[in-house]
Each structure stands twice: as structure tokens, then as C-alpha cells.
């Protein structure tokens, strides 16, 4: 049976063909959509974890009991869970494990561009890069028995436009897994240094046996055509570079990139007249092929930031450019903004009102820094809003009773609860706002330990954040509707007047969901309207100008009310659907 997927469906179909026995993952654009896919197998064990540290530590506890498992992320993600990917090259795997990390070459959702191969490298683990859908099914299924091979955690490399494409692949059955039965064995599990030191030889052999194995492995091939040019691909750059040379050039795709098959590429080069390697982001390939002793064009040719595409590799190799309609310079951007009705932005009104200095984080929230709210001055990384103002405040850099830091409720859980210990116990004086829009929102609705639902929509206890704030030692603490824009400015303003940590809780739900009553909607009295544009600093998507007067797109409006709250003069009047 054959059927149309996307990269991160393939993926997921993969774990179920291998009978993936623990899937843990943390949500994380272009990640998300592998764990919801396999969420919806009922044969899979699927969940959300806090963040990816922890998910991968589960999967790592899982392998070595002996059972298959997987954990997913974005690059940033990676990062989170460095210290457990490090490790799991001394620890191995006895039931195959798996690791999907989905960078972003472009940066479309995401704060950096990154190349997870450096952490391959780094960590000694084998990484698997797929090129179009039918790789990641095949790919997923197939790194399990490697890892059991091996002894190895695998790593599986997407990127956007893999794990979002679709293209057709070939379903296969699934292959009920067991597990193996659990033997103890402390040189190979615990750590400590003495068992470390041998475990780095077994490492160093481990990936000198796969790099020989690469030579011949199947996800390494070459096609010879026109020997003119030998390129070097792997990934979407392989897709690229066939669409754009055809039968014109020959191709070396690498379908395993770490470690590299020496053997493979000498004889390719050897048998092409030119060598180019293309690839996204990194030199990673053509440095390890330069000091293979090979000439090659790469990064001389092909910018090293940026997404590639077809156009991006015919205009830097061939010099030529396809033609297109452009957009009339008449026509207006139109950047990312917060949705209408969204509880975060009376909170941002009422920053900018009162003039503090916002520490941001990860989240739809970060949206808060644009026109005409412009409220937030920094975003770093997850959970960095709380830890980041501490320093701010702590060195005397910026006034602790004229900042705040703005953290939503899902990143609060990924790793904002030590941030907000360590202000506690170094006797800081800041103030923590936590935006509880009871869902993660910015990667599209995924639960967490404060929604109350599990990853299958199954009831869970449902985390307390101000009850895990008051264990942590915060004494004052308050909850406010964001759209009551009066009280939210008066619990700022009280918080900013401590001599201690002050939390505030905005808790209103995400608009999006489908528990939130629409039934109402607002439109503008034109007789009663002033023009004086109150109702335009707040940024809604659903006000505009007409003809000197506000009107409001009511197929837009969610009926927030918030508008209403800005105009002193009533124009701005409540209908019911």
C-alpha cells in the first residue's frame, strides 16, 4: 500500500514498523507532528515530556531496560539534551534507540540556525540524514536494528522541508519488537569514571567499525551519469541538485553523514572530473573530504546561511536565474502577529503602558516585541526570562523595581522552575509574570503538565503553577485575567514594590481553543467614534482605519472585549452571533 505523507509522518510510520516500544519528545517546530503521528497508533506508547533533557533520558532508561525507543526535538531541543545524548554514546543501547533532531536551515520557526551534525561529531554517534519521505520511514525502521547492531544510539537528522514535504511512500507491516530481558551490568551503565575511561575505547572502536561499515551500507549510494561533475549530497540538497543537473552530473548521496565512508567518496571522486559538495548550512562534508585529500567546490560557491532550494544551487553553480512575478514594493509585509482575541495582549499594552524592561522567552509571547506593542527587549532561550532578569537585576544593570520577566506556562514547565529557585534562594527582588494560556501554543496545541491531559488526551493531574511557585519559596503571588487590563496594571505595579520575588500568574486561555466561546463580536459606532486611535495600540489584527474611523473585521473578531476597554468614548459595542 502506498500513500502520501509528509517527512514527520514517515518518521513516525517508521517507529511503528519497528514497534517502537517508548516515545518521549518535547514539542519543537519542525519536530512536532513525528510524536502527534505516533500518538495515533494505538500500539505506541507516546507522551510529551517536560523538555527534551528529560525525554531523552527516558528513552535512554527505556534502551537499557531493552526496549526500542525513540525521542524527538528541533535543534535548539538538542542543546537541551546534550548532557543525556553525550553520555548515550558510552552507555549504547540494548533495545534500539533512536534520536530525530529537525533543524532549520532559514530559521522559519526558530531563534538560530544550527547544524546538529557538529553534535554527531561531538558525541560520536552515528547520524542518519533522510532526503524525502520513503528515506524517513525507511531510515526510522532501519536505525533500530542498527542500534541493536552496533550497540549505539542513532541519530535521524531532518529539516524543514523534509520533515514538512510530502512525497509517496511504501507502507510496510509492523514487526513486533521484544524486549530483551534486563541484565545488570555496572562497567557499562554507571558512569563514574573509573567505568568511563573503558567505556571511551569501546566508543573509539564502535565508530571505526561503523565508518568502515559506511562504505558499503545501503544508505550510502552513488549514481554515475554525466562525469563532469561529481556531486556530493545528502538530505534536501540531494532532491536540489538532481532537479537542477539532471543526467548531467553524477551524485554521491550520503545517507549516512557521520561517520563519513572514506572509501566511498576517494572512489567516487576518482571516477568524476569535478567534485562539488553541496550541503546546507556548515562545511561539515567538504572539510572532511578536503582532508581526504580531495579537491572539491563547496562553500566557494554556496553561501553558508539560508535555506536552499532548487534556485539557491542552480544560480550559485550554473550562474543561472529562473524568472518570476515579484511582489509590487506597494504591497505591505505582512509579519507574524498575535492572533485576535489573544490573552497575551493586554499584558503587553499594560508593559509598554508602564514603561519596564521586559525579559522574554520562547513562546507565541515573543510576538510581544513587535509594533505597535514593542514590549519585550529580549529572547534568548527556554526558560533564560527568569535566570536572564535575575542577572539583569542582580548586577545593578537594570532596576529590579522597573523589570519583569515574561514566561508562558508550557515553557514555565520546560525550564523555568529553576530559574525561579534560584531568585528565591539568592534573595532576589524580581518580579515573574507567567502568561497560563492552559496550552502550548506557539507549535500548535500540544498539552503539558499544567493542561491536565496527556499527549493521548487522556485526564492527568494537572500541575499547580502557583502551588509549585509557593513550594519554591514565593510568597507573593497573584492571578489576573489579562484582559482586565486595570487589575493587571495594578498587580504589576504592587509586585514592582516588593522587597521580594513576586509572581503574577495571567491566566485566560489560548482563543484558539475549541473550549473558548466565540459567541460574540464587536463592531464600531462611526457616529460615536473620535479617531484617536486607542483601540489601534493594542495591535489587533481585526482593527483598522477606514476613512479616519476604526472598524472592526468581525469575521476577524473572538470577542475579547478588549478593544472595548480602550475606548473612553463607548463606540466599541458587544453583539451576539
Same mark, same amino acid.
Given at each position: ?29 519542525? %519536530? ?74 532559514? #530559521? ?12 554527531? #561529531? ?252 514593542? %514590549? ?44 525561579? #529557585? ?75 514594590? $516588593? ?17 473558548? $466561546? ?26 483598522? #482605519? ?29 453583539? $451576539?452571533?
Amino acid at each position: 500500500m502506498k500513500k502520501l505523507m509528509i517527512g514527520n509522518e514517515a518518521v513516525a510510520r517508521g517507529l511503528y514498523e519497528a514497534d517502537c516500544k517508548f516515545i518521549s519528545s518535547y514539542p519543537g517546530t519542525p %519536530s512536532t507532528e513525528i510524536t502527534e503521528f505516533a500518538a495515533e497508533y494505538p500500539e505506541l506508547y507516546a507522551e510529551w515530556a517536560p523538555n527534551e533533557k528529560v525525554a531523552m533520558e527516558g528513552a535512554l532508561g527505556a534502551s537499557i531496560s531493552g526496549a526500542r525507543s525513540f525521542c524527538a526535538m528541533k535543534h535548539v531541543g538538542l542543546n537541551v539534551a546534550g548532557d543525556p545524548l553525550f553520555i548515550g554514546a558510552y552507555v549504547g543501547a540494548e533495545g534500539g534507540m533512536v534520536i530525530a533532531v529537525a533543524d532549520d536551515p532559514g #530559521m522559519h520557526s526558530s531563534q538560530n540556525e544550527q547544524d546538529s551534525r557538529h553534535y554527531a #561529531m561531538a558525541a560520536k554517534l552515528p547520524m542518519l540524514e533522510p532526503s524525502d519521505s520513503t528515506d524517513c520511514l525507511v531510515f526510522t525502521r532501519e536505525a533500530f536494528a542498527l542500534s541493536e547492531k552496533f550497540d549505539t544510539p542513532f541519530i535521524i537528522r531532518t529539516s524543514t522541508r523534509v520533515a514538512h514535504s510530502q512525497s509517496i511512500v511504501e507502507l510496510g507491516e509492523r514487526a513486533e519488537s521484544t524486549i530483551k530481558p534486563y541484565e545488570k551490568n555496572i562497567a557499562k551503565h554507571v558512569m563514574a569514571p573509573a567505568n568511563a575511561i573503558k567505556r571511551h575505547v569501546v566508543v573509539e572502536k564502535r565508530l571505526s567499525d561503523i565508518a568502515e561499515w559506511a562504505n558499503t551500507c545501503e544508505f550510502n549510494r552513488a549514481e554515475y551519469n554525466d562525469t563532469k561533475i561529481g556531486i556530493i549530497c545528502a538530505g534536501s540538497t540531494y532532491v536540489y541538485s538532481r532537479e537542477v543537473f539532471g543526467e548531467n552530473a553524477s551524485y554521491l548521496k550520503l545517507g549516512l553523514v557521520n561517520p563519513l565512508p572514506e572509501k566511498l567518496i576517494k572512489e567516487f571522486a576518482s571516477k568524476v572530473d569535478k567534485v562539488i559538495v553541496v550541503e546546507e548550512l556548515d562545511p561539515v562534508i567538504e572539510t572532511q573530504v578536503r582532508a581526504m585529500g580531495i579537491e572539491c567546490d563547496g562553500k566557494n560557491k554556496l553561501p553558508i546561511l539560508g535555506e536552499f532550494s532548487q534556485e539557491v544551487v542552480k544560480k550559485c553553480l550554473l550562474g543561472e536565474e529562473n524568472e518570476f512575478n515579484k511582489i509590487p514594493d506597494e504591497i505591505p509585509g505582512r509579519p507574524p502577529v498575535l492572533c485576535p482575541g489573544c490573552p497575551h495582549r493586554g499584558l503587553f499594552f499594560v508593559l509598554k503602558k508602564l514603561g519596564v524592561t521586559v525579559s522574554g522567552d520562547i513562546g507565541c509571547y515573543t510576538l510581544g516585541s513587535a509594533p505597535p506593542l514593542s %514590549s519585550v527587549d529580549t529572547t534568548l532561550c527556554m526558560g533564560a526570562s527568569i535566570a536572564g532578569l535575575h542577572g539583569m537585576n542582580k548586577c545593578g544593570g537594570i532596576d529590579p523595581k522597573k523589570s519583569v520577566a515574561v514566561i508562558g506556562d508550557s515553557t514555565f514547565c520546560h525550564s523555568g522552575l529553576t530559574g525561579i #529557585m534560584n531568585m528565591v534562594y539568592n534573595k532576589a527582588h524580581s518580579t515573574v509574570i507567567i502568561c497560563d494560556n492552559s496550552i502550548t501554543g506557539m507549535t500548535g496545541h500540544q498539552q503539558n503538565p499544567a493542561t491536565g491531559m496527556t499527549l493521548k488526551n487522556e485526564p492527568t493531574h494537572k500541575m499547580s503553577i502557583e502551588g509549585v511557585v509557593e513550594a519554591l519559596g514565593v510568597k507573593d503571588i497573584k492571578i489576573v485575567d489579562p484582559n482586565e487590563i486595570k487589575e493587571l496594571e495594578a498587580a504589576i505595579k504592587d509586585s514592582l514594590t $516588593k522587597d521580594e520575588v513576586s509572581v503574577i500568574i495571567t491566566r485566560r486561555p489560548c482563543v484558539l481553543l475549541k473550549s473558548v $466561546k466565540k459567541d460574540t463580536y464587536f463592531t464600531v459606532n462611526s457616529d460615536k467614534c473620535k479617531s484617536c486611535k486607542a483601540c489601534m495600540k493594542i495591535g489587533c489584527p481585526a482593527i483598522s #482605519m477606514k476613512d479616519g474611523k476604526a472598524v472592526i473585521d468581525t469575521t476577524l473578531c473572538t470577542g475579547c472585549d478588549l478593544c472595548s476597554k480602550m475606548c473612553a468614548f463607548g463606540a466599541i459595542q458587544e453583539n $451576539k452571533r
